[in-house]
């Protein structure tokens, strides 16, 4: 008998913890842009500038638009708050810094935020070999912050087309960082690539199936010894 009850209380307090990692975390959906270096200010060669930043959206899903030069993209759709939860940057001099060196960890878009349809950005006198093809963030941010030294710096994206297939319709980005140590102003050029496709998942939910598995063995472990 009082295994029965313990099991069940196991049961109720599985359960309850998944509702409640539900309810906490299934609508959000973290993802990941890598940064895509294209060109440096002044030129040193090809640009050795290398980043992420992870945004935490409170809806992501893809969608599939009507008419000609536009195919299926990302989008948060009318949700128009991205929270960084993970940033790291090196820039062409070898400077670099992470989440704790930006000035805020809030970004909003007037118009929510999206992605183009899996697209090669167009190449140009500063980018003679152009990026691989992938989803590019179109959706334009600025944020601010200062280096492990003091300095200033920013990191940004302009406005592209959402779900475009043109080249020159994704936004490209720009990241600046003030001289520090004798090394000149840099100006990196490049854009945000969508490192993978998100899946959104409760983060309860393995948890939930594990316990699940086990008072299933357990279960059976009594119906064997009875």
Do not use: C
Request: net charge negative; hydrophobic share 40%.
């Amino acid at each position: 008998m009082n295994g029965k009850i313990g099991i069940r209380a196991a049961v109720v307090a599985l359960l309850a913890a998944g509702a409640l990692g539900a309810s906490a975390s299934e609508a959000d959906t973290v993802v990941t842009f890598d940064w895509v270096p294209i060109a440096e200010n002044p030129a040193s060669g090809p640009s050795t500038a290398s980043g992420s930043i992870t945004l935490d959206f409170a809806s992501w899903s893809q969608t599939t638009p009507s008419g000609p030069n536009v195919g299926p993209f990302f989008t948060s759709g009318a949700d128009t708050l991205a929270t960084i939860t993970a940033f790291s940057y090196t820039d062409g001099s070898g400077t670099h810094v992470g989440l704790s060196n930006l000035s805020s960890t809030s970004l909003t878009s007037s118009i929510g935020w999206s992605t183009s349809a899996i697209a090669q950005p167009a190449t140009g006198a500063q980018a003679p070999s152009a990026p691989t093809s992938g989803f590019y963030l179109v959706t334009s941010f600025g944020e601010s912050g200062t280096t492990p030294l003091g300095t200033a710096f920013s990191i940004g994206n302009n406005t592209g087309v959402p779900g475009t297939t043109v080249g020159n319709q994704i936004g490209n980005g720009g990241n600046n960082f003030q001289p520090v140590n004798g090394l000149p102003a840099i100006a990196d050029g490049g854009y945000w690539k969508l490192e993978t496709t998100p899946v959104p998942l409760p983060a309860a939910l393995p948890l939930l199936l594990t316990g699940l598995g086990g008072l299933s063995t357990l279960r059976r472990r009594r119906l064997a010894l009875a």
